[in-house]
């Protein structure tokens, strides 16, 4: 009997600030984080804040984004402040008092980040389009009579990345997926082998490219895989059919001995043909020299006067050894 007449004793409002007191914990550890983040101290790890209080939440790119605040009776409220933390990026603070009907913005630049409604109807917030600049943290901080709430949201934001799958030489086929947030994972099926490359575009995305050759002559049809958070795709793509190169080391280099035979025969093929038309050549040569002496040799007897005087030696001879058969015939 004597303890319960001690419980009784207390007063009841002292019950109920026990229980503000975490309430109370809770803002001002929220304050006490701010305020270090507009001196320059950015928040490296939560353990400064309730894990209940602190969300992680992911958005796509050129998206909606709506932030909730704590639930509460909205009846009840005295004040919503807002306060956004965007990388290197001055605090902003959007705030709204409600029995005073006043909104009052601190450092709020970007046009894209507003009030869902107005303030005085629904304290969320709005992101409308996201951009890649919006990734960072955002609390929302409410006043009642019955104490402060607050909720802390880590946000980022998703980039899909552009997928392609094309094929190279030598049965090597290239999966590349481009400019992705977070980086992308590739995979092949069948594995083949692969070499990964991975680079950072300097705005938070990656591209990654995955290049893969098949030596087994079986495989005709390969499929790459893409995984994100976003979503993923499985691209096919059929491979040039070739040939079994482990077997036997020889068949490696007979494209290069096919080449080289080409080029020997073009190359004698070449210095025949030109032969023959040398000779060819030649023998028109000799032919047209020919030719072309022939008139002048007539030319040259006709209007020589040796050949005259000479023409009729000879005929005056021929005219006597008649005449001399002549007579011995008689």
Known sequence: ????????????????????????TVFFVVDSAVDSFVVG????NNSTLPSEANFSQSVLLNTKA???CPPVAYTALILITWKIMIGDKTLCTRAYRKDENLTKETNCTDEKISWASRPDQNPNLQIYPVTLDHDGYYVCQLAIPDGNFHRGYHLQVLVPPEVTLFLSENRTAVCKADAGKPAAQISWSPEGECVLKKKSLGNGTETVLSTCHWRDSNVSTVTCSVSHV????????????????????????????????????SIYFLKIHGCR????????TTSVAEDEMQPYASYTEKSN???????????????QSKAAGMDLHT
């Open 277 to 284: 038309k040398c000779k060819s050549k030649k023998s028109e």
């Open 230 to 265: 976003t979503g993923n795709k499985n691209l096919t793509l059929e491979l040039l059919p070739g040939v079994n190169t482990s077997a036997n080391p020889i068949i490696r280099f007979l494209p290069l001995l096919i080449i080289t035979l080409v080029i020997i025969g």
């Open 66 to 68: 709506v932030l909730d």
């Open 1 to 24: 009997m004597r303890e319960k007449k001690k419980t009784e004793m207390f007063p009841s409002w002292r019950t109920s600030d026990f229980r503000l007191l975490p309430i109370l």
């Open 305 to 319: 006067p040796l050949y005259d005087t000479t023409k009729k030696v000879k005929t005056t001879q021929v005219l």
């Open 41 to 44: 101290k950015q928040i490296q």
